[in-house]
């Protein structure tokens, strides 16, 4: 299975984890006073508060070179405890520096003097390991990480400073869950949760809240998110804390927008100011009524920011609260009040002294500001494809006065010898003479940026930049040195490939926005139409399309798959009667390449079809399918039939090889198509009718392309009576008699039925046998949304008949996880019967390709859309007595299943033998 040790928004978190850290406090100072020093005399004091004063003021490289000078006149042995706490601090300022070798070295040494010279000091030895598990955190090691943090816990509480404890604790959930632990992640938040209910101070208890919301955001929980800061907001009484919390509840609806729109959602910005439902939960913060929608979530989160401007008095969070309403507005296409808006914030920036923190605020007022230019909609750099237009009347700075903004902002970074600043200035300002078409500059200020890198760890600024060089480049009419830079900025995301990353942690964009475009643009230039590409073009090209979709998975799961691409993979090697397709979406047309085996030759086909029609022809498809209309159903499959199936017949062809089965790599809104339903016109046939097998694959690297099968020994479970689960209703199944034609069907068969059909029985019979098929029956869902992503099971406590539970991808995942860890054989096969994908969410179908992908099976067969009862009695009795035979592959026994389902008289529609698909190894 793959193995989940992601850097789960890392180089975005870097930016939180600010000045508190160098008091021992990791995730917020509010919680406690700085580190106690008591024990040290005025000298003491005086020798570290210059440091700590830059340091607090995000001046990263004077706090650094303060405490470096202050080691260097204390002696080793006279002020070892001295020593120790300057070389912790200095650790810090050169993390925040991106110099991890000199980082670690300090550390270690901090670390060593404060074993040997106070060795029963547990507050020193706590401080010391938060910020070593900063670093490790940093540098990709969550494993040590989550070690480290909680040996920092141990010694908070030796010391009795329950506040740090509720920090090392919060640390150590954000590297559980980069670890892919999501369940002990949620669980070490609840502890925290539990501990701040104990705590007597209201106002250290509000200031808990509103960083465990904080934290429980950063691991995607973002109703408990909710939850938590409205707690907090109902216990702050103090303006500075409040307007705190409020920014912190705009930055979760924020979160909560971008998942909905994700997930397909419309935004009314007309409605954002209006809508009564809204007004109602903001007025009622406590309240745990779900928000319905995209435009109610902006109009939150729209209200927080500005609740949070209203009441700071400090201008840093008055100005954060402001730029990110402006940003929000960029977002929406709010177009009302921007003049007065901007001149705002410009007002609160003037009032802050230059450090990290100002500099990149004034970078994200100049980048909402640059994609409100007519001429940005859709070009500039990280900008929301559909811009509306600015209302007559604003007057907003012109592309001169935001260029002085930024260059502004970059002389300051300069003057801070602060590189991340200076870099990320230094390569927007390029964006905007990229965007004003004087490529010359742009490319010498990018190439400014990436030599200001040269020296530090920063994936993260170096890939934007490295796509913008390859971008002019291309713009210059040199194609060969663009592919060279697409390719390098592409190998440099992948040390943080599927993040969402963000200029801060208060404005984050969406990855159809700052990750996707890379590897398309890619693609485009790759397959661009003045040439005929070569094998090498359609290789790379495959590689890039095959990292894009890797890209996107891991930033579905929250995880790194820890996968190495290669474009060179033998098809020969794992099935010599095997065609791989891929089609690749782009923005004018549609390009379909076929591999095939023995010689692994790669043949194109394009279609003058751009994204628009590609996606609207296949939501017609698939709402016809729904509708049963069957004129339009065949002109749309037919169309779709043409664009995808009818390039890998041809080259099947022409060849001699026996090839019976099509494997889809599919892109973009393909994946919400079975490739079954697609329709051959001129021979009267739907592919299922055809006489090969087809299978789909999210990525080629995923899943283990074996043949060995392991015999089959069945888990079945599955729920048939109606149950309610969290306010939702869901209908009853002929589950029963599906898994006893199962039972039947396969001697060696497990059945979970109804009540018996738990968490916890799932988890114990999984933990305990060696089932090498989990059939589950029962409603589920697919969604982009991973909350939205379940199967339903009886609730474990349930005290009535009718209590259902939820069980959501992640703890699903947790489940199968265990069972992998615990060294159990992996399993065979997952299928799912009775789940269906979100309607209306076009990457519905991440939710099916997370769960195969994280369950470790090395195959997955399921529904995209809940048929009849009859239906999937009929075709999995078949599907299981043709896997039992011998040499019938999965997708071969699948075929046959199909085939014989739509064969019969009440079951010939598409809809009812359509929807099935098997995800992985189709052996």
Not at 627 to 633: E, Q, T
Not at 843 to 856: I, T
Request: glycine share 6%; proline share 4%.
């Amino acid at each position: 299975m793959a193995n989940c040790t992601r850097r789960f928004f890392r180089w975005l978190l870097l930016g939180l984890l600010g000045a508190a850290i160098a008091l021992g406090l990791p995730l917020f100072a509010a919680l406690a006073p700085p580190a106690r020093v008591a024990a040290q005399t005025n000298t003491v004091v005086a020798l570290l508060q210059p440091g700590l004063e830059h340091y607090r003021a995000q001046r990263f490289s004077a706090a650094a070179d303060a405490w470096q000078g202050v080691v260097d006149t204390l002696d080793k042995n006279a002020d070892c405890i001295l020593r120790a706490r300057a070389l912790r601090y200095l650790s810090l300022a050169r993390q925040h520096l991106g110099q991890w070798e000199s980082a670690n070295g300090a550390i270690a040494e901090s670390l060593d003097l404060a074993g040997a010279c106070a060795p029963d000091d547990a507050e020193l030895r706590a401080q010391i390991l938060n910020a070593r598990g900063r670093l490790e955190w940093s540098r990709g090691d969550d494993l040590a990480a989550v070690e480290t943090w909680e040996a920092a816990a141990r010694n908070y509480l030796a010391a009795d400073r329950v506040d740090g404890v509720q920090l090392s604790k919060l640390n150590q959930a954000q590297a559980l869950q980069a670890l892919g632990l999501s369940r002990e992640a949620s669980r070490t938040l609840e502890t925290v949760a539990a501990s701040l209910e104990a705590t007597a101070d209201s106002t250290l208890q509000a200031a808990g809240y509103q960083h465990l919301g904080a934290a429980l955001r950063r691991i995607g929980l973002l109703q408990d998110s909710e939850r938590a800061l409205a707690r907090a907001g109902s216990l702050a009484t103090e303006n500075d804390l409040r307007a705190r919390i409020w920014l912190e509840q705009g930055n979760t609806y924020s979160a909560l927008l971008n998942r909905a729109l994700a997930r397909g959602d419309r935004l009314d910005p007309g409605a954002i100011a209006s809508n009564a439902v809204c007004d109602r939960l903001i007025a009622n913060p406590n309240s745990h009524e779900r928000i319905p929608d995209a435009t109610c979530f902006a109009a939150a989160a729209r209200t927080s920011y500005r609740e949070a401007a209203r009441l700071a008095s400090p201008p840093n969070t008055r100005a954060s609260a402001r730029i990110n309403i402006l940003a929000l507005a960029v977002r929406t296409g709010e177009r009302q009040g921007l003049t007065e808006l901007a001149n705002a914030i410009a007002t609160d920036l003037g009032a802050l002294p230059p450090s990290r923190q100002s500099i990149f605020a004034r970078l994200n007022f100049a980048q909402s500001l640059t994609c409100l230019l007519p001429e940005a909609a859709g070009s500039a750099d990280f900008c929301p494809s559909t811009i509306a237009a600015t209302p007559v009347g604003e007057r907003l700075p012109d592309r001169r006065a935001i260029a002085t903004i930024v260059a502004d902002a970059a002389e300051d970074a300069r003057l801070l010898a602060d590189p991340r600043a200076t870099a990320f200035a230094l390569g927007q300002l390029g964006s905007l003479y990229e965007l004003n078409g004087q490529l010359d500059a742009a490319e010498q200020l990018t190439r400014d940026a990436l030599l200001v890198l040269a020296n530090i760890q920063a994936p993260d600024i170096r890939y934007r930049w490295e796509w913008q060089l390859a971008r002019i480049r291309a713009r210059q009419g040199q194609p060969d040195d663009a592919i060279a830079a697409y390719q390098t900025a592409v190998s440099t995301l992948q040390t943080v490939r599927g993040d969402l990353i963000a200029v801060n942690p208060d404005v984050q964009f969406s990855f159809r926005d700052n990750v996707e475009p890379l590897y398309r643009e890619l693609v485009n230039l790759l397959l661009r139409s003045d040439r005929q590409p070569g094998q090498s073009d359609l290789a790379a090209a495959i590689a890039a399309i095959e990292a894009l979709h890797l890209a996107e998975l891991e930033n579905y799961l929250g995880c790194e798959l820890g996968v190495d691409l290669a474009i060179d993979r033998d098809l020969e090697t794992f099935d010599p009667r095997a065609a791989l397709v891929y089609p690749i979406v782009l923005p004018d047309r549609l390009a379909v390449i076929t591999q095939l085996p023995k010689d692994g030759s790669l043949q194109l086909r394009t279609w003058d079809v751009g994204r628009a029609e590609v996606e609207q022809t296949l939501q017609e498809l698939r709402g016809a399918l729904f509708a049963r209309d069957a004129s339009r159903l065949l002109d749309r499959a037919g169309r779709a039939y043409e664009w995808i199936v009818a390039p890998a017949e041809a080259a099947i062809a022409a060849r001699t090889d026996n090839i019976d089965t099509l494997v889809f790599i599919l892109d973009g809104y393909f994946r919400n198509i079975p490739v079954g339903v697609l329709y051959d016109a001129r021979n009267d046939q739907y592919v299922v009718e055809k006489p090969y097998a087809t299978a789909v694959l999210p990525g080629l690297q995923l899943f283990d392309l074996g043949s060995d099968r392991e015999p089959l020994q069945v888990l079945a479970a599955g729920i048939s009576r109606a149950l309610e689960a969290e306010n939702r209703s869901f209908s009853a199944l002929a589950a029963d008699a599906e898994l006893e034609r199962i039972r039947t069907s396969v001697e060696d068969t497990t059945v979970l039925l109804d009540e018996e059909f738990t968490p916890a029985t799932l988890q114990a019979n999984l933990a305990t046998s060696d089932v090498s098929v989990l059939h589950v029956a029962t409603h589920g869902s697919f969604s982009s949304d991973p909350e939205e992503t379940f199967i339903l099971t009886y609730n474990d406590d349930a005290s009535d008949g009718n209590s259902g539970r939820l069980l959501r991808s992640r703890e699903l995942d947790g489940l199968l996880r265990a069972r992998v860890l615990s060294e159990r054989q992996r399993l065979e096969l997952l299928i799912l019967s009775a789940c269906q994908t979100a309607f209306g969410d076009s990457r519905a179908p991440l939710g099916l390709a997370g769960l195969a992908v994280r369950s470790g099976a090395r195959s997955t067969l399921a529904t995209l859309w809940l048929v009849s009862d009859n239906s999937t009695l009929a075709l999995m009795e078949k599907f299981y007595s043709e896997l039992i035979a011998a040499n019938v592959s999965k997708a071969e026994a699948l075929h046959r299943a199909q085939q014989q389902l739509a064969a019969r008289p009440e079951s010939q529609n598409p809809f009812d033998w359509g929807p099935y698909v098997l995800v992985g190894n189709w052996r």
